[in-house]
């Protein structure tokens, strides 16, 4: 059977309590080219029965899926899901849910059953079905991660292994199966479809005023100068009054480098020591410095003074 393209771990696989291909021998060192590969290599690798792999990916990532666990532990017991008491969990549930989660992936990975995901995403995905959760995202989520949710495994793969936790192309190209230019189009493609998913988050959000949702459609247009004359005018006044629409613009005109400040940002806060029995501070690699280029037209306006309106926002 071929991996899924749905990032959505299967639910019909039973994982029993202690699986045998699960790391337990912290002492053992990987060869140092294991240790520095890149998670979708060490995939690779696990699938072909590389134990050092699956170790790295253990003492990688362990620290975060124990943060995720006692995150689970401590709103299962009625902490509430954003006052959550760490404290609260148990160690032996929240060390038996990291395990079962590990053995089901290697389980899942040396089969060939694993989804089309990045690694994190699927580590998520399979602990929360271990721990029986709802399916779905969360409603505290990001709009943009929402978004990323959304699309299908191979557009996740390639946004978050380009700006999520940057992987050399050649290495992701190799995984994916892709010269690059492939790559580059695949990227591009994924890029613009989450983008549209973005905006339409957005727009979709409850909580977003009448007049930002009409602003925020209209962004693409301003840029291109292809708004009417009352229309720009009325986009010029609610971006010089709106306290949030003009960040809206500077993220669509850095897109997709939200995307990445956001993940890192909701990981960085997962694992910072409120358990310090359990938990460790995991580093991730961040994108390379990079030369930004001219600001947009709309960027420009919304960097420009603003008057603060009273509420923040035009009148609907």
């Known amino acids: 059977m071929g991996r899924a393209e749905d990032p959505t771990v299967p639910t019909d696989l039973a994982a ?9 021998a912290p002492e053992r060192a990987p060869s140092e080219g294991v ?36 995150r689970h532990s401590a709103t299962t017991h009625d902490h509430g899901a954003h006052g959550a ?4 969990a148990d160690a032996d549930e929240v060390e038996d849910l990291v395990n079962r989660t590990f053995a ?13 995901a990045p690694f994190l995403l699927y580590l998520y ?22 978004a990323f949710r959304r699309l299908r495994g191979s557009y996740q793969t390639v946004l978050w ?26 990227l591009n493609n994924a890029t613009s479809r989450l983008r549209s998913e973005w905006i339409a988050e957005i727009v979709a959000d409850p909580t977003t005023p009448d007049t930002c949702a009409w602003l925020t459609l209209r962004v693409d247009a301003y840029d291109a100068t292809m708004l009417s004359e009352l229309a720009e005018q009325r986009y010029i006044r609610h971006i010089n009054r709106c306290e949030t629409c003009p960040r809206t613009v500077v993220d669509l005109d850095r897109f997709p480098e939200i995307l990445g400040t956001t993940a890192r940002g909701l990981i960085a806060g997962l694992t910072r020591p409120a358990a310090p029995a359990l938990t460790r ?3 991730h690699p961040t994108p390379a410095p990079r030369t930004d280029p001219a600001p947009s037209r709309a960027a420009s306006a919304a960097a420009g003074p603003r008057t603060r309106a009273r509420g923040g926002h035009e009148p609907h």
């Open 281 to 283: 501070t995991v580093a």
């Open 125 to 146: 995905g399979t602990l929360r079905l271990e721990a029986g959760s709802v399916r779905g995202a969360s409603p505290a989520e990001p709009a943009v991660l929402r």
């Open 85 to 88: 008491r760490l404290e609260g």
């Open 104 to 116: 089901r992936m290697l389980r899942e990975i040396a089969s060939d059953q694993d989804p089309v």
């Open 16 to 24: 029993p309590p202690v699986d045998p291909v699960l790391p337990l």
């Open 161 to 186: 292994y380009s700006q999520v936790e940057p992987v050399a192309p050649e290495s992701l190209g190799g995984v994916l199966g892709r010269d690059p230019d492939e790559l580059t189009r695949a």
């Open 35 to 70: 240790a520095q590969a890149a998670d979708p290599l060490l995939v690779e690798r696990v699938r072909h029965g590389d134990v050092d792999a699956s170790l790295v990916l253990w003492r990688r990532h362990s620290d975060l899926a124990r943060a995720l666990a006692v």
